[in-house]
């Protein structure tokens, strides 16, 4: 079955701990992107990749790291935490970038 | 830069009732558009698209058409289902996909 899997789907930690959201798609896309969903703001772009190493930051970039260093798998990663980084997060994937995106199930993040 | 307005939820119906959500959109280029549908739980899931001016995207008994002169691509549906119940995003795609906030659809039976 075509999918993106995401991991954890929900995570409570605490301002300052490291910590690694994974992504991972099994259609063979090129493009990957994260996002996170926040009331009243829609989805914003966090970070995206056009292909295996090569990424550049979105909308919201600040605070958060990213890697490609496989096709099917795009970490994010949250070096130091903090409270505003509460969200509901997505990871996408598609073809090509103008092609449809297929997201992941979400990851619920809280940050104490 | 590109941006989406889409109507303020909640919206609430009954059953066979007609929906509309609209979407305005602002952009320099010529966008591709989209609605994509969340249902509880889960992630973001394309509901139609439609790439050029006058274009109508349809699936499920949804309906939106590309009007480049109001810049506008309002969903439709004529008699809504409760499983309709979701988040629906308008999003455009110019070399960047923009998502509006969300309107966040109930439909009673």
């Known amino acids: 079955e075509a999918q993106v899997t995401q991991n954890p789907r929900y995570l409570i930690t605490v301002t300052g701990k490291k910590l690694t959201v994974t992504c991972s798609q099994n259609m063979n896309h090129e493009y990957m992107s994260w996002y996170r969903q926040d009331p009243g703001l829609g989805l914003r772009q966090i970070y995206y990749s056009m292909n295996v190493e090569v990424t550049d930051k979105g909308d919201v970039p600040e605070g958060y790291k990213v890697s490609r260093k496989e096709k099917r798998n795009f970490p994010l990663i949250l070096e130091s935490p903090s409270p505003n980084q509460t969200s509901l997060y997505f990871c996408a994937s598609s073809s090509e970038r103008e092609e449809t995106q297929y997201f992941g199930p979400g990851t619920r993040l809280l940050v104490l | 830069g590109n941006s989406v307005t889409q109507m303020e939820g909640p919206v609430t119906l009954s059953e066979e009732a007609f929906l509309t959500i609209n979407c305005t959109y602002t952009?320099?280029?010529?966008?591709?558009l989209f609605w994509y549908v969340q249902y509880p739980g889960e992630g973001l899931q394309l509901l139609l698209k439609a790439t050029k001016a006058d274009d109508k995207g349809s699936n499920k008994g949804f309906e939106a058409t590309y009007r480049k002169e109001t810049t506008s691509f309002h969903l439709e549906k004529g008699s809504v289902q409760v499983s309709d119940s979701a988040v629906y995003f308008c999003?455009?795609?110019?070399?960047?996909?923009?998502f509006g906030a969300g309107t966040t659809v109930t439909v009673r039976a």
């Open positions: 952009a320099t280029g010529y966008p591709s």
């Open positions: 999003a455009l795609d110019d070399y960047k996909l923009s």
